[in-house]
């Protein structure tokens, strides 16, 4: 009963090479949330949804982007993966009322040849 | 500004030894405070939150939280570690200004001794 599926778990991509990752909920909530995480750092939000509304962090690379087609799932593209691409990431959701706690999916883990 | 600090970066325990990791904040509204556990290659489990009334909160996993405002503290503790808690483990404040994000600490890498 995954609330929050991320797939895959592992990608392996080359450098340059445009690459997606997945994330679908079941919570039917209305934020959404991608970070990225990085080898013993803290996640780092890269974005996120309100509904349809995105919502990008200043320092978020172009070379990400986001989609949402609908609540239940969210896109993450890199457009041009380089090297310092391969992390860990993560995504998240949270009700839109008030303070709530975020579910996290298990992540998927990018590496870069 | 707003942040969040967790001064240890590495604990070590013996497995039945009591555990207590810190967590500073430093936010100027209200705090909405948070502990999340990370396992190897795993997403975050949310433990325990803190949004208002009772200082001290519990959580699963037998773990239990202490809010002190004049300290701007959130400390995380457990009275008896078990070798399955070795896991790295997020204090985080959640922002009220707009869509609620977290601010996250660096984390702490709890190791246990057999």
């Known amino acids: 009963d995954a609330m929050v599926i991320q797939n895959p778990r592992y990608q392996v991509t080359q450098f340059g090479k445009p690459v997606t990752l997945s994330c679908s909920q079941t919570l039917n909530h209305n934020v959404m949330y991608w970070y990225q995480q990085k080898s013993s750092q803290a996640p780092k939000l890269l974005f996120h949804?309100?509904?349809?509304?995105?919502?990008n962090e200043a320092d978020t690379p172009d070379n990400f982007q986001s989609r949402r087609p609908n609540t239940s799932f969210c896109f993450l593209d890199i457009r041009s993966p380089g090297l310092g691409d391969a992390a860990m990431y993560l995504c998240?959701?949270?009700?839109?009322?008030?303070?709530?706690?975020?579910?996290f999916g298990d992540g998927t883990r990018l590496s870069i040849l | 500004a707003q942040s969040v600090t967790q001064p240890d970066i590495h604990i070590t325990v013996s497995e039945g030894a009591s555990l207590e990791l810190r967590c500073n904040y430093s936010?100027?509204?209200?705090?909405?405070l948070f502990w999340y556990v990370q396992s190897p290659g795993q997403g975050l489990q949310l433990l325990l939150k803190?949004?208002?009334?009772?200082?001290l909160v519990q959580g699963i996993k037998g773990f239990e939280a202490e809010f002190k405002r004049s300290q701007s503290s959130f400390n995380l503790r457990k009275p008896s570690v078990h070798w399955s808690d070795a896991a790295e483990y997020f204090c985080a404040v959640a922002t009220t200004s707009g869509t609620y994000k977290y601010i996250f600490g660096t984390g702490t890498r709890l190791k246990v001794l057999a």
């Open positions: 936010y100027g509204a209200t705090p909405y």
């Open positions: 949804y309100y509904d349809k509304d995105f919502n």
């Open positions: 803190y949004f208002s009334g009772d200082t």
């Open positions: 998240a959701t949270s009700p839109r009322q008030g303070v709530r706690p975020q579910h």
